[in-house]
């Protein structure tokens, strides 16, 4: 399912018939759906992998079927398609480096800044303890004038 929802068409990916499983977790791997999971797929799926799987599967690029192969860059090649979580959810991802964060004592809320301002966010939770570090934000933004909606900030690689 979560395949199909990448953009996958059961038929011509091989995902119906003899062989499906094992071309089933052949491309699930080769998307990044099974990060972090350590089961067998020959017994049902505990809920603990099935929610890894579901995570995965919101940040994994959506694929499209081009000159008889699927791909999951653009037309021009040069980027990736949207993700699962950017198509459907309107999930924002973007990367950067964690520049400043400064406490409102009036409004008792955080403003996070990354790449010197180019996004920032009023948060709850203090993310100073990445400063100067490379994060990722999650959010959606907000429409109709309404502020972003941040689900959280994290590190996507450790400098000491």
Known sequence: ?????LGYNA??????????????NALADENGLL???????TAACPRQYAAQLIYNAIFA??????????????????EDLPT???????????????????YDDNDKT???????GDLSF???????ALMGQQVKALYK???NGDDDTLYGIYAVSYTH
């Open 110 to 116: 955080y403003t996070t800044e990354i790449d010197d």
């Open 141 to 143: 933004e907000g429409k």
């Open 84 to 102: 699962v979580g950017e198509k459907f959810m309107g999930l924002k991802n973007p990367k950067g480096i964690l520049t400043s964060v400064k």
């Open 35 to 41: 990060k972090d999971v350590t089961t067998s797929f």
């Open 1 to 5: 399912m979560l395949l199909v929802t």
């Open 11 to 24: 038929t011509k990916a091989g995902l119906t018939g003899a062989g499906w499983a094992s071309k089933t």
């Open 61 to 78: 690029p959506t694929v499209v079927w081009r000159d008889d192969a699927y791909t999951n860059k653009t037309l021009i090649g040069d």
């Open 122 to 128: 009023d948060a709850t939770a203090d993310y100073s």
